[in-house]
């Protein structure tokens, strides 16, 4: 059985230093043939030179490189700019997110929702980019019930969207669920889960606590249970992901996209122990 395709993504590095970290990382991943490394793109833009300035070293090493786009508080003209410089550089993937409104900035912009872009980005270029969306299994902490979050999803899909990259999870069933329920309503597009490996605790509880992600009541214990020991918790984090990863191949997952926090060591120990090398 072919293994599902594999990616890995970054956020642009702030200092000379970063930059130089981030280029040892990616060699390390490279390694592992992935299909795309892709790069985030700040709340309103505020990392849109990084941003570019990454997809740029990646793509002049020879991998395929996928800028994410974030369209609130962003105009047509701003991201018509943005499509036709990675559309000359040779980029043929986007990551189209509606982002969020960073703090002291009052206006959305021109475009509400992550489905106008979708429209967008296919009126400007036509079918020139394979363009990703995001999926919710747990749905969008913002949406008011699961059934309104699928539509939404529904809507990006419709608009041209290619495929999708989940929120990261643990729940293997939540999920197989939301695939299930997006193939009842007629969405095709792969959907590619997620994947955040278990770095520090605070951190990950911070993050999941901002974007809804669930942390199963039995995992937060354990987690909770290790305190300070570093060690203890990349151990149990290296064996619970890459179960949940075993869980999600079975189950017939066409990708697995792992959020790296610019760093290698975990993503690669879960993808060798997967088989992958």
Known sequence: MNKPLISFEFFPPQTPEGVEKLTAVRKQLAVLNPEFFSVTFGAGGSTQDRTMETIRLIHAEGHHAAPHLSCVGSTRDNI?????????LGINRIVALRGDLPSGMHSIGEFQYA?????????????????EVAAYPE???????????????????????NSAITQYFYNADAYFRFVEDS??????????PGIMPIM???QLARFSDMCGA????????????????????????????????????????????????????????????????
């Not at 193939?183 to 590619?192: C, E, G, Q, W, Y």
């Open 80 to 88: 018509r700019a943005l499509l036709l410089a990675y559309k000359e």
């Open 115 to 131: 489905n106008e872009l979708v429209s967008f980005i296919r009126a400007q270029t036509g079918e020139h980019f394979h363009i």
């Open 139 to 161: 749905f969008h902490p913002q949406a008011r019930t699961a059934h309104d979050d699928l539509i939404n999803f529904k809507r990006k899909v419709s608009a041209g969207a």
């Open 183 to 192: 193939r009842k309503l007629s969405i095709t597009a792969p959907i590619v």
């Open 200 to 202: 520090k605790f605070s």
């Open 214 to 277: 669930e942390i199963p009541r039995w995992m937060r214990k354990t987690l909770e249970g290790y305190g300070d020991n570093t060690e203890s918790v990349q151990a149990f984090g290296l064996d619970v992901v890459t179960q949940l990863c075993e869980k999600l191949i079975a189950g017939g997952a066409p990708g697995l996209h792992f959020y790296t926090l610019n760093q290698a060591g975990a993503s690669l120990e879960i993808v060798k122990r997967l088989g992958y090398q």
